[in-house]
């Protein structure tokens, strides 16, 4: 063999070993990630906790909350306030040992100090005075989003007004068991009724508050819902992954936001509840599915280069394939609507006074998606077109990595269950 020969082998084999080390080190790079990703996060729910008061005035110069609270961090937080190890420690094995009757007898044998740190931090005044805070009757414990709750119920004296203002710092982040608590209040007082959402940023609301505020609110919930939630901003990924064109991921998107949309209104009709150990599971298959999707396109058009490019002739310029994958985001997103709609507090019919905030809230998601598009899908399509491999390594990356995540997510939902 002669030495050019032998050289040109030579290269030939080390590309082909340099290409396989390459192959090696992705696979290895994406499992590190989806074990980084996935780590402690089994909650398909962007905040680490959500307070629920439900505000009413049965009569004059008085005013009654319905207060819900998550247990886990309820004995956690009252138990610190109160200097109560006890309830911390007696109220924590309760909780670990998935016992209602135990965590009820727990929280009412301490109901003293709870009272104590709920009204420390969730109250409600008249312009110039605190009303005075009353328990009523004991602490309920019940299960909502799939976790344990207590409810509280206070009564507040306070002196003839027609306005109302109303704070929450309950689970503040200085305590360290949780972050970005959100107390939602539903009201109904001083002839008016409506929604709220507080949490450190805005720890207070007015009865008065314009339409404005009570519209920014939300919809800045909304938008921090989606840039919070890993599992949200994967989905979206995993849509922008698959998509071949700008046209095709704006209708993904909007096909999401059109199925949780609906499942809002279905919500506060009453006609769908959502039970958390099914919708939990099914956002995180929904994520695994639709970032599988392009990985099925590839192999489905083995050996030949998949073109991810190329669309069909139909309608909006979508293939068969870019059909079905519509139809599948669409109930996927109807399970993710559900998780959306528990989050806020749609549990019961007629959930009127949360309906139009949480029309805002999906409002704020669906902008937040398409500022996400604008800045990613752009840079997609630049190295798609610099390199011709990129299509199929950009694409094959980001929706390897994220199925992974999904797929782990899924198995940790089924095994909490």
Not at 147 to 168: G, N
Not at 359 to 377: K, M, S, T
């Amino acid at each position: 063999m002669s030495p050019s020969r032998g050289l040109a082998v030579f290269l030939v084999v080390g590309l082909k070993l340099c290409c396989r080390l390459v192959r090696v080190g992705v696979v290895v790079a994406l499992a590190g990630v989806a074990v980084v990703l996935s780590g402690g996060v089994a909650s398909g729910d962007a905040f680490a906790s959500t307070v629920y008061a439900d505000v009413t005035s049965p009569r004059d110069g008085q005013v009654r909350a319905v207060v819900g609270l998550e247990y886990q961090f309820l004995v956690l937080s009252a138990g610190d306030y109160g200097g109560d190890a006890e309830l911390g420690d007696e109220g924590t094995r309760a909780f670990e040992d998935h016992d209602p009757a135990a965590q009820a007898s727990v929280i009412n044998a301490h109901a003293e100090a709870v009272f104590a740190y709920v009204t420390k931090r969730f109250g409600v005044s008249v312009p110039g005075r605190a009303c005075a805070a009353e328990p009523v009757g004991g602490i309920a414990v019940e299960q909502r989003r799939g976790a344990p709750y207590a409810r509280l119920v206070l009564d507040y004296r306070c002196p003839r007004s027609e306005v109302h203002d109303m704070r929450s710092t309950l689970f503040p982040d200085t305590e360290g068991y949780v972050t970005n608590a959100k107390t939602i209040v539903t009201y109904d007082l001083d002839l008016t009724s409506g929604s709220a959402a507080l949490d450190a940023g805005q720890p207070s609301f007015s009865t008065r508050q314009s339409t404005a505020e009570r519209f920014w609110e939300f919809f800045r919930l909304g938008a921090e819902h989606l840039l919070g939630g890993l599992d949200h901003i994967l989905f979206l990924l995993a849509l922008i992954a698959g998509s071949r064109r700008l046209r095709e991921i704006v209708l993904a998107a909007t096909t999401f936001t059109l199925a949780h949309s609906l499942t809002f209104v279905l919500a506060a009709l009453g006609l769908v509840r959502p039970p958390a150990a099914v919708v939990e599971p099914a956002i995180a298959l929904s994520i695994a599915v639709v970032a599988a999707w392009p990985l099925w396109r590839m192999w489905r058009n083995r050996p030949h280069d998949p073109n991810l490019d190329t669309l069909g002739d139909g309608h909006f310029s979508l293939d068969r394939a870019g059909w079905i994958r519509l139809v599948v985001v669409f109930c996927f997103g109807l399970a993710h609507g559900l998780g959306f709609a528990s989050a806020l507090g749609i549990t019961a019919a007629w959930s009127w006074k949360l309906l139009w905030s949480l029309l805002v809230f999906n409002l704020g998601i669906e902008v937040v998606q398409l500022c996400l598009i604008a800045v990613v899908f752009p840079v997609l399509v630049l190295l798609r077109r610099r390199a011709p491999f990129a299509p199929k390594w950009t694409t094959g990356t980001i929706a390897a990595a994220v199925s992974m995540v999904g797929l782990m997510w899924f198995v940790e939902r089924i095994l909490a269950i």
